[in-house]
């Protein structure tokens, strides 16, 4: 169960639509889009492209660091950063 918290973490305006909504930076240039804009016709291609660039610059070996706000980077800093 995530907490009010938690979910407000990801919370930002989307930067199509302004709605206040739970965001991802898969925009054509990064923009912080929600899930509706991200998955509607025009824009889900780059929606897919930019969220493989983000997996692909992350190595062989993934993590989404949902408590940090970072998206896909290597386990291994994922391994560093929590052993800290």
């Given at each position: 169960?995530?907490?009010?918290?938690?979910?407000?973490?990801?919370?930002?305006?989307?930067?199509?639509?302004?709605?206040?909504?739970?965001?991802?930076?898969?925009?054509?240039?990064?923009?912080?889009?929600?899930?509706?804009?991200?998955?509607?016709?025009?824009?889900?291609?780059?929606?897919k492209r930019m969220?493989?660039?983000?997996?692909?610059?992350?190595?062989?070996?993934?993590?989404?660091?949902?408590?940090?706000?970072?998206?896909?980077?290597p386990a291994t800093?994922?391994?560093?950063?929590?052993?800290?």
């Amino acid at each position: 169960m995530t907490t009010q918290s938690e979910q407000r973490k990801w919370e930002y305006d989307c930067e199509y639509c302004q709605k206040n909504a739970e965001t991802r930076p898969y925009g054509r240039n990064g923009e912080r889009i929600c899930f509706e804009c991200a998955t509607s016709p025009e824009n889900e291609a780059t929606s897919k492209r930019m969220f493989a660039q983000s997996l692909d610059a992350a190595g062989q070996v993934a993590v989404l660091d949902h408590e940090n706000e970072i998206g896909p980077r290597p386990a291994t800093e994922f391994i560093k950063h929590k052993a800290h």
